[in-house]
């Protein structure tokens, strides 16, 4: 099955700690979108790669920080120095270039609770 | 700049009545619309697509939308209201330099 998978669902942090957040994709995709989502505020970007080694912040990037050394990966670490790091994180990714019909595919989401 | 409103925050309507969810955007040039759904603590799913074709697009389960050039609007409908319809619905516009912009979402609550 095609799809992308974020682990892991449920994530429990001490405040303090850095902690990863996975994304894995096999739909060859070479854009792929990390977001955060609180309640009422819809979804907001935090970073996206439109091709392996490359990336580029999005509107909320402090204290978050990204890799893409393969094309099936977009690992998200939520660093120590992210203010308010309690929410719903989603992944997802698209078909690459300058079409505007590609749509974004969605991960399940992890949702991290940071105490 | 560049703009995505849903005009409502929480919509209700009884189970077998009409559903409108309502979108306006701003862009200079005609931009792809999409109208996602996500059920709770799940990821979106892709409802349907505006890519410069037909006009009136037609999605998954029931729903279709239209685009409206002139009223720049996208309004999301279904003619009767399915108990499990009940969940949250964004509209995104991704512009031309994939730029995506998320609408911040209607909930929808389907009477019994």
């Known amino acids: 099955d095609g799809g992308i998978t974020q682990s892991p669902k449920y994530l429990f942090r001490k405040e303090g700690q850095n902690v990863t957040l996975s994304c894995e994709q096999n739909?060859?995709?070479?854009?792929m979108y990390w977001y955060r989502q609180d309640p009422g505020q819809g979804l907001r970007l935090i970073y996206y790669?439109?091709?392996?080694?490359?990336?580029q912040k999005g509107d909320i990037a402090e204290g978050y920080s990204v890799s893409r050394e393969k094309k099936e990966s977009f690992p998200l670490t939520v660093t120590s120095a992210q203010k308010n790091p309690t929410a719903f994180y989603l992944c997802?990714?698209?078909?690459?270039?300058?079409?505007?019909?590609?749509?974004?595919?969605f991960g399940p989401g992890t949702r991290l609770t940071v105490t | 700049a560049q703009s995505v409103t849903q005009l409502d925050s929480h919509v209700s309507v009884s189970e077998g009545t009409p559903v409108l969810l309502r979108c306006n955007y701003s862009?200079?040039?005609?931009?792809?619309l999409f109208w996602y759904v996500q059920h709770p603590n799940k990821g979106l799913q892709l409802l349907l697509k505006?890519?410069?074709?037909?006009?009136l697009v037609k999605g998954i389960n029931g729903f279709e939308a239209e685009f409206k050039k002139s009223e720049t609007s996208f309004h999301l409908t279904k003619p009767s209201a399915h108990m499990s319809d009940a969940a949250e619905y964004f509209c995104?516009?991704?512009?031309?330099?994939?730029?995506?912009?998320f609408g911040k979402g209607t909930r929808l609550h389907i009477l019994p």
């Open positions: 790669s439109q091709i392996v080694n490359d990336f």
């Open positions: 505006y890519t410069s074709a037909a006009t």
């Open positions: 739909l060859n995709h070479d854009a």
């Open positions: 995104v516009v991704k512009l031309r330099d994939d730029k995506i912009i």
């Open positions: 862009s200079s040039y005609s931009p792809s």
């Open positions: 997802a990714s698209s078909r690459g270039g300058a079409a505007l019909s590609y749509e974004q595919y």
